[in-house]
Nanobody, 121 residues
Framework: QVQLVESGGGSVQAGGSLRLSCVVS?????MAWFRQAPGKAREGVGC???????SYADSVEGRFTISKDNAGDTLYLQMNSLKPEDTAMYYC??????????????????WGQGTQVTVSS
């Protein structure tokens, strides 16, 4: 059984930074961050493969960085140059079988409870 607990959300002004954390218990292979704004579909933001290779959505490429600590116990999302359109609930997700990672929510079967990010203009 995998448990994921996110933290680090908050309110910032446009151009600011936040770092989200996701504490992981249990074995995971690939992991990802997703976000969902009110009235919009859930969107993959970034993922990290079992090898450590990251992938990003075009909308955050160059601004967000996904990483894991050496023990693999914590997943991070460093968010820089934040924009109002980044406002959403952010979720950590994990699965236990893939070598690569996908920015598709159906490929993950473990989810955290979410942490809210609000960016004001």
């Amino acid at each position: 059984q995998v448990q994921l607990v996110e933290s680090g959300g908050g309110s910032v002004q446009a151009g600011g930074s936040l770092r989200l954390s996701c504490v992981v218990s249990g074995y995971t292979a690939s992991m990802a961050w997703f976000r969902q704004a009110p009235g919009k579909a859930r969107e993959g933001v970034g993922c990290i493969a079992r090898t450590g290779a990251p992938s990003y959505a075009d909308s955050v490429e160059g601004r967000f960085t996904i990483s894991k600590d050496n023990a693999g116990d914590t997943l991070y999302l460093q968010m820089n140059s934040l924009k109002p359109e980044d406002t959403a609930m952010y979720y950590c997700a994990a699965e236990q079988s893939r070598w690569t990672c996908l920015l598709l929510d159906w490929s993950y079967n473990y989810w955290g409870q979410g942490t809210q990010v609000t960016v004001s203009s």
